[in-house]
């Protein structure tokens, strides 16, 4: 009885490892969209503007695990030094902080790439903080 058991298992379970198996060494087509880092280094910098009567306080910047921090911060607008991404670096990524003049005050992070500003993230209200990431 039990030998019985056991062949009706080993047949009902194999063609199922078979299947999964079959299933998971499948060359998957959707994978090809997702691109290595470019080899190409890059130039980069961040800007924050903060609305009329709001004041900029800190910001934290950089790319991969290369980043900065500015303290002390005060004023509408904020920029920062313009930075070398060498090729192969996956994302840059800059998140910064101010205090807004009343509720509906806005703060604005944008990251520039060679020149062209490709990514922007925003907040509102009267405390701020923005973030923003672009993957190359």
Known sequence: MK???FKKIHFRIFPLIAITLLLASCSKKGDSNVTPP???S???????????????????????ATQ???????????TSPELTAPGGTVEAVCSVGATGANASSTLTVQIFVDGTMVKQGTASGQILAANVTYSF
């Open 38 to 40: 470019s080899k190409a």
């Open 42 to 64: 890059h130039k980069v910098y961040f800007k924050a503007t903060v609305s009329a009567g709001s004041s900029i306080n800190n910001a934290a910047y950089g790319y991969d």
């Open 68 to 78: 900065t921090s500015a303290t002390s911060l005060s004023g509408t607008t904020w």
């Open 3 to 5: 030998n019985n058991f």
